[in-house]
């Protein structure tokens, strides 16, 4: 692959018909590839009577089947195309049925990651004159934190990897070396101000000046900065930038300084957005992100639909770049609830809980009602006597969804109990009691 210089590269700038013509070439020989190497999609391929050589542009793909994380979970090891001679890195996703899904990187692979990450950073305004903070975990199978270490290095950039927690490792850090960039799950930010307003540390006049958020919207559908990055913007103005990634994509959308969605990197995927039935939907319109990898040697995929719902945008950005642009991740597909006539994502109905004070914990119901439809029951608990916060709260939720669901308050045991089920690690805060699930 070629790795331009400015890490700013031309194609993103072309015209549209010109980033199309460009990437049906690296489709083509991805294709290739792939037809001769995955035994996944040759079999894909014979059973569905497909001539892969015949899948040339991108309205082609429309032949192909998707392609499921269950398919991921399954086949797991039919979609590494390569000897195991040449795998350097070895990552893991769960998967679906809850066994983790391996995915192998080449070395070709991880140059492409590193690039991948040199070009976002570049998109959000970094240049190698910075020193990153890597407050992500770079071990434990995952690919984020590796992958930021090696754009980092590939940018010319310094890069300290101090790892998750810990907030006074990471001002001891901050004095120390003198980052300008935190790379960093947005609710951390809140932490690392508390610790500094109660250890009396200046963190205002501090030496970072940007956070390349991950993990968490910083915005909403509209594009406005969510509750969250609000908090986080009235404590610390430092610029923030949320980028989209994953380790199927193997791949980032990240923010440039206008802040209106990810950008597409068209040497590195194909992106389409589709609805329920498959179909594409309108510029604009929420729908799962499906993708297909170009330029991937260990495990390319063929239409992968990741399950996560945004929308998207072509218009030309203010920052030079005509790519088209991903808006923050409205959530998962299977959470899709449709809400008297709304339909909701539970990360929009956790943006506004977490961010009312006087709730201490709760989890989030969505059962069918007698009529068919869906119904949204928050249980929460609360320091304070309820009387007066269930209308507050239901403000909230007309205010910034134009719905309210019914709100319960119940002890805060009770709720925890269910919050973190045996055996979980992770709380689990949305819970599908609906028919189909
Ligand atoms: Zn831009």
Known sequence: ?????????????????????????????????????????????????????RIRTIEDLQYLPFTSKDDLDAFNEDFIC?????????????????????????DKDLDRLAYNEAISFVCSGCSSNDIFQ?????????MAGLAYFMGARMLGAGVVRVGAGIPELQWDTIARIKPTVLIVVPSFILKL????????????????????????????QNLELSTLAQRIKEK??????????????????????EGCGG????????????????????????????????????MPLLRFKTGDVCCYYTEPCKCGRTTMRLGPV???????????????????LYDILDNIPQIENYIIEVSTNDIGTDEILIKASSKIKPNGLDKLIKDHFRARLRVSPTIEFRPFDEIEKVRFPAKSRKPIIFHDKRNNN
């Not at 980028?243 to 193997?250: D, F, I, L, P, R």
């Open 82 to 106: 390569v000897s195991k001679s040449k795998i350097i890195d070895y990552i893991t996703t769960s998967g679906t049925l809850g066994n983790p899904v391996t995915f192998a990187m080449t």
């Open 236 to 257: 610390w103005d430092i610029r923030l930038y949320s980028t989209y990634a994953s380790t199927e994509m193997s791949s980032a959308f990240a923010e440039c300084d």
């Open 193 to 220: 101000v508390d610790y500094a307003e109660k250890n009396n540390i200046n963190y205002r006049n501090s030496s970072i000046k940007r956070a390349i958020c991950i993990g968490e919207s910083l915005r909403d």
């Open 263 to 298: 950008h597409h990197h068209p040497e590195l995927i194909i992106v389409e957005v589709i609805d329920e039935n498959g179909k594409h939907v309108k510029e604009g319109e929420a729908g799962e992100v499906t993708i297909t990898s170009l330029g991937v040697e260990g």
């Open 1 to 53: 692959m070629y790795y331009p210089l400015s890490f700013f590269p031309e194609i993103e700038t072309k015209s549209a018909s010109e980033i199309k013509k460009f990437q049906e070439r690296l489709l083509e020989e991805q294709i290739q590839y792939i037809a001769l190497n995955s035994a996944f999609y040759k079999r894909m391929f014979h059973q569905n009577k497909i001539d892969p050589s």
């Open 330 to 348: 409205l959530g998962r597909r299977k959470q899709m609830i449709k809400f008297k006539g709304t339909t909701i994502y539970p990360p929009a």
């Open 134 to 142: 890597l407050t992500t975990t770079i071990d434990k199978r995952f």
